[in-house]
């Protein structure tokens, strides 16, 4: 083959043209194929417990990424542990009503209040507890705040189980998600290590309280 048509080949549009297809192919279906893996992985997995398709002890029972002050967080705990009394109502409850009160001695209370809860919201987490435990106590803190037009305050309550429906695009960013995926992994290392749910949470969110230097100081004078 002479070098006038070794140029000739090299300098075809057509050529090059086919080239970048077969490679953007590639590297379409490549990154089709890791995002099928991660949904497939995620879902499966569910370190929210959003889907709860499986919900395996000693493989992805315990969900060690939620925050136990969350809506999504709450709303696991009513599902996986026992209580006959609940609390629900906004940060006001959550953090003035504790559930060692002596008049909760003999019940198994726990504290389902949420920062910035609407009357709706509200509403939802009593229709969730009520499907999954047997209550007897439902202690209800009206705050004049939650009644407004505004139904959601927080944006987890849509990525929780108390949402009446999950957008598209919610769902789809949990699943296809390389930190979801990095939960996953943990979530499953975590039970294979043999830890199990626990209950030891009421759902109280316990202010820190900061005393300043001048406050100390008074505080010494008096006790004088």
Known sequence: MSSSTINSENDNPFIA?????????????TLLLFCAL?????????????????DK???????????????????????????DTIVIGTSRAEMSIVTDHPALSIAKPYNAAIKG?????????AEYALRHQNLKTVLLSLDFVAFNEQLIYEEDFADSPLAERTPFASLARYLVSLLTLRESIATVKWNLQGNTVTCSDTGEHK???????ARIAFDGILRR
């Not at 043209?17 to 279906?29: F, G, I, K, P, T």
């Not at 991660?38 to 499986?54: F, K, Q, T």
């Not at 809860?117 to 987490?125: D, K, T």
């Open 17 to 29: 043209d086919s080239d970048w297809r077969r490679y953007a192919l590639w590297y379409l279906l």
């Open 38 to 54: 991660a949904a497939g992985i995620n879902s499966i997995v569910d370190p929210h417990g959003r889907l709860l398709l499986v």
């Open 57 to 83: 002890p000693g493989f992805n029972q315990v969900k060690i990424t939620l925050q136990t002050n969350s809506r999504k967080g709450k709303s696991l705990a009513l599902r996986q542990c026992n209580y």
């Open 117 to 125: 809860a609407s009357m709706y919201e509200m509403r939802r987490m």
């Open 207 to 213: 202010r820190r309280i900061r005393l300043k230097a």
